[in-house]
């Protein structure tokens, strides 16, 4: 923690700028009230600013390059009172139209009319899905990650964008422009607040966004994303000082607390279940099923703690003599939590610091750190013994008419010693994973005049892993070498062992309880991205705004990951490679009172800069094939010492299309249709998976450089109808079709005769459905967002590793299309939002309150079903559904003023607040099918469940 503050400090003193941001457009124009008549030269000021611009001779503006977030406009004219519209709310990357008429005064009354500014309804300039979040709405819901915030939009189901394939690098998450996507698309831990969602390979605090734009179609040229973008925009300094201190927890975090409210049906204890197999004399049942043994028992309500900081404001630059303005922001997020399930943790740390500097010139300098570090402790069901030595344990095989009797043995030393154990955690032998990556991005912007602006960028992105598993008995961290060793070898190897030793026996690959087996896996892996951008964008006159842009990539890319599978079986993966990606996009926004387009054109150009055997089917030298050399068993030697008659692989190219068009109907009806081509590259792991072509163990997987951009070809149109001021309802249909998608194909070793499989462009699938959504502006002090999906998601495999399940079990190729895993045919997600008034019956102690609620539901995503198809023919597949699920979060608040603009805040953060029992995997799919168990399998799997009901407490200090 002190490290990265440390950190951070220096920084934000060495360079007194920071990074500016997305940003957007006002636009309108002003009339004479009287008369109707256009008024040329009116200074339209944004205050606090440099920004502003005078109206030509028809009474037109425009600023460009506006901060995203709430500003002051001022208005004036000789001869004309002045106008001030305060609440002035720009979105990044569209036009926020104000229009005025000016009335006209004595010269000698300074007259004054203040406006309180309320975005359009209806956004006319919107030719693409765009849900927009304002900071307001991030800070009022019950959520711990933005993850959860983003899944709220429409066609976003089951962390699947528009259908798209989940956690391959589909998405784009955008930081103030920067991407912060895993490069190797892959994730990095589960749905804990922070790193890891959906391949976003970095946490960003809450506190710190001032807006989050999800795109799902539409996307303009400046995107390479193929579902979905999701575009962060933080929070600048300001030009006032404001803070906040936040702490939230779980109850059982403050003292003596009445939980009733949180209880939840837990599970049977390891000892319950023992002691109750020991009564029974051949073990208890379950349904039939088999011998009932559970782990330990969940938390009712796991420990949470949550701390988070945020301030900024300016900083007095008239004693430097440089003039301008400088502001600063910093933010902290700091949690600590256990799981709910014993054993599991996670802690993260993130921390935000952004400086901006804006001249009198109209330049703007920038820089923003980001930088977040997170561990985790793991659970895993099947390992969740506590044993002692000498422990007996009964475990169950089908067909056997008692359980088998087990007694359990003792930690090996290095040296051999047997040292016996009590109460010993086997959670403790899985592998625990640390994350962390930082952000360093520089900027310059110079606003040329009001229409016309430019921007360099440079950044550097670093994001890496480790996973490490510890010795039980030196807690020593081991790898590959190690797990060589005969100690880790398997418990019933009697050569090893000495006689009379009590061991025990691997069962049914449910329990592990011998102390001695640990998760054989090691890995490191470090991925760091610098980018050079630049971006120009010029409103030529009042119908054409033009973008050009130019990026260029640097990647250096490590992964190594070693495991030790059962039989032997030894698996690696290495490389450590530099591709570049180069890419330019120009588009023209055509606005007209009746129509308005975006088109634009992308081009994208890759060089894996790496080699590929010539011969798929004779891809190594001799003696990379021989278990005997040295070359064999060391896969880190450079490819080029192992590949036989290595080429270099292709460079693609890619020229992609992109038109959007709008139509206002009336000013409360808008018609909107679009059409792109989406190309992006697969993750750079599935490219340069086992680079250098291991072939240890049973099955050899292979990523391919030459593997060629996923193409999608997308198509929406939609409606927006104003009901009145206040309410929309939005309708839009939208068809995607994909190629080129990623999966597995086997070829055959010449030399050996032995098969593996390579990654290669061989899958497709197709969406199509509709979204419907109504939103509300406050009204009787209450919004309301409600999102409906619609969605038929099909294709010929739902993962990119399934043809290699299919040739393992020899089943037929794939010729058909089956439902995707996450065709879920029904979403509904709905966002209310209540809140009374600070002087609520003229009582600021009285007002001031409300509530947050979020209600999610979908209906079952699909499973296969349990069958006995005899190979090489198919089964069904994805036949059945799951259950439907509904769950209801909620937050309540309430402040008390304190003095002048300083707040005191409670709140109370309930999830689940009906404690569904919601299931969320299948442990045994045909016990289920048969009615046996409902989900959870013979061996009662807690994880198949969704989290039982969790309520945190809060407090902050506002400024």
């Known amino acids: ?285 379950l349904n039939n099923s088999g011998f009932y043994a559970s782990p330990e028992k969940a938390f009712v309500n796991p420990k949470f703690r949550r701390y988070e900081f945020g301030f900024g404001g300016p900083i007095s630059v008239k004693n430097l003599g440089i003039g301008g303005s400088l502001s600063f922001n910093l933010n902290a997020d700091i949690f600590d939590r256990g799981g709910f399930y014993r054993g599991q943790s996670t802690y993260q740390e993130t921390y935000t610091g952004k400086l901006v500097y804006n001249t009198a010139s109209n330049e703007t300098f920038s820089l923003t750190y980001l930088t977040s570090d997170q561990e985790r402790r793991t659970f895993a069901h099947s390992w969740s013994r506590i044993i002692s030595t000498g422990d007996t344990l009964y475990g169950h095989n089908p067909g056997a008419s008692a359980p088998n009797k087990l007694v359990v043995g003792s930690v090996v030393t290095p040296d051999g010693d047997l040292i016996p154990v009590k109460n010993y955690d086997m959670l403790d032998n899985l592998a625990r994973p640390r994350a962390n990556s930082d952000l360093l991005s520089f900027s310059y912007k110079k606003t040329v005049s009001s229409k016309t602006f430019y921007e360099i960028k440079i950044n550097r992105f670093n994001t890496e892993s480790h996973r490490r598993t510890y010795d039980p008995a030196t807690g020593k961290a081991l790898g590959l070498d190690d797990f060589r060793k005969l100690r880790f070898a398997s418990p019933t190897d009697a050569s090893f062992f000495p006689e009379g030793t009590p061991t025990a026996q691997r069962l049914e690959a449910y329990w592990w309880v011998l102390p001695m087996v640990v998760n054989t896996v090691r890995q490191d892996d470090k991925q760091v991205v610098w980018t050079f951008a630049g971006d120009m964008v010029s409103q030529l006159n009042e119908n054409n705004e033009l973008r050009l842009g130019v990026e260029y990539k640097d990647y250096d890319l490590f992964y190594d990951y070693q495991s030790f599978a059962s039989g032997g079986n030894e698996y690696t993966s290495f490389f450590n490679v530099k591709p570049k990606k180069f890419s330019a996009y120009i588009s023209d926004k055509i606005e007209t009172e009746g129509m308005i387009i975006n088109a634009g054109l992308r081009f994208d150009y890759f060089d894996p800069n790496a080699i590929v055997p010539e011969n798929f089917n004779d891809p190594l030298v001799d003696a990379a094939r021989d278990p005997s050399s040295d070359l064999y068993l060391d896969s880190r030697t450079p490819a080029e010492d192992r590949i036989k008659n290595p080429t270099t692989a292709r460079v693609t190219t890619r020229v992609s299309p992109r038109i959007g068009l709008s139509f206002p109907i009336t000013e409360l009806d808008v018609f909107h249709i679009n059409y792109g081509h989406y190309f992006g590259l697969p993750g750079m792991g599935e490219m340069f998976n086992n680079y250098s072509w291991s072939l240890l163990g049973a099955f050899k997987y292979i990523g391919n450089p030459n593997l060629r951009e996923e193409k999608i070809i997308s198509y929406e149109a939609g409606i927006e109808h104003g009901f009145n001021d206040d309410i929309k309802l939005s309708v839009t249909g939208f068809f995607k079709d994909m190629a080129d998608l990623v999966n597995f194909q086997k070829f055959i070793d010449q030399a050996t005769g032995s098969p593996y499989w390579v990654k290669v462009n061989a899958d497709y699938g197709n969406v199509k459905g509709f979204e419907i959504s109504l939103a509300t502006r406050r009204w009787n002090n209450l919004i309301a967002q409600v999102a409906y999906t619609y969605q038929i998601a099909r294709g010929k495999n739902s993962s990119s590793n399934q043809s290699f399940t299919d040739d393992y079990n020899n089943r037929r190729p794939r010729t058909d299309e089956f439902y995707l895993d996450w065709d879920v045919r029904h979403t509904v997600s709905a966002n209310f939002d209540y809140r009374v008034p600070e002087n609520w019956m003229d009582s600021k102690w009285l007002g001031d309150w409300g509530l947050n609620m979020i209600l999610t539901y979908n209906s079952g995503r699909p499973y296969t079903s349990a069958n006995t198809v005899p190979p090489p023919n198919l089964p069904a597949i994805n036949d059945k559904r799951y259950p439907d699920w509904l769950n209801i979060d909620l937050r309540v608040f309430k402040n008390f003023p304190l003095w002048e603009n300083v707040k005191l805040g409670a709140f109370v953060e309930v999830f689940n607040l009906l404690d569904n029992r919601t299931l969320r995997t299948i442990n045994n799919t045909e016990q289920y099918d048969q009615g046996f168990d409902k989900g959870d399998g013979t061996w009662n799997t807690p994880t198949v469940w969704a989290t039982p009901r969790e309520m945190r407490l809060g407090f902050e200090v506002r400024f």
């Open 1 to 285: 923690m002190f490290r990265k503050l440390v950190a951070l400090v220096l920084v934000l003193m060495i360079v007194p700028v920071a990074f500016a941001g997305t940003t957007g457009k006002i636009a309108g124009i002003i009339k004479d009230k009287q008369t109707g008549e256009p008024l040329p030269g009116v200074n339209v000021l944004i205050e606090g600013t440099t920004l502003g611009a005078s109206t030509d001779i028809d009474g037109y503006y425009v600023i460009v390059n506006v901060p995203v977030g709430v500003h002051q406009m001022k208005v004036s004219y000789i001869g004309y009172k002045e106008i001030l519209i305060y609440n002035v709310r720009v979105v990044a990357d569209a036009t926020t139209r104000y229009d005025f008429d000016m009335e006209q005064t004595l010269l000698e009354v300074a007259d004054v009319i203040e406006v309180i500014a309320e975005r359009e309804l209806i956004a006319k300039d919107n030719t693409a899905s765009r849900h927009v979040i304002t900071s307001e709405v991030i800070q009022s819901q019950p959520v711990d990650n933005i993850t959860r915030t983003v899944s709220l939009a429409a066609g976003v189901t089951e962390n699947s964008f528009r259908g798209g394939r989940r956690g391959t690098g589909e998405v784009k998450y955008l930081v103030d422009g920067v991407d912060v996507s895993s490069p190797l698309a892959y994730t990095r831990s589960g749905s804990d607040p922070g790193q890891g969602t959906a391949a976003m390979a970095t946490d960003v605090p809450e506190a710190s966004m001032e807006e989050v734009q999800v795109i799902t179609g539409g996307m303009g040229a400046q995107y390479d994303a193929k579902s979905a973008v999701i575009n962060i925009v933080t929070r600048g300094g300001g030009s006032k000082y404001s803070g906040f201190a936040r702490i939230k927890q779980t109850p059982n975090l403050y003292g003596n607390f009445d939980q009733s409210f949180l209880q939840t049906s837990g599970f049977m204890t390891d000892a319950e279940a023992i002691a109750e197999a020991r009564r029974a004399g051949t073990g208890s049942r």
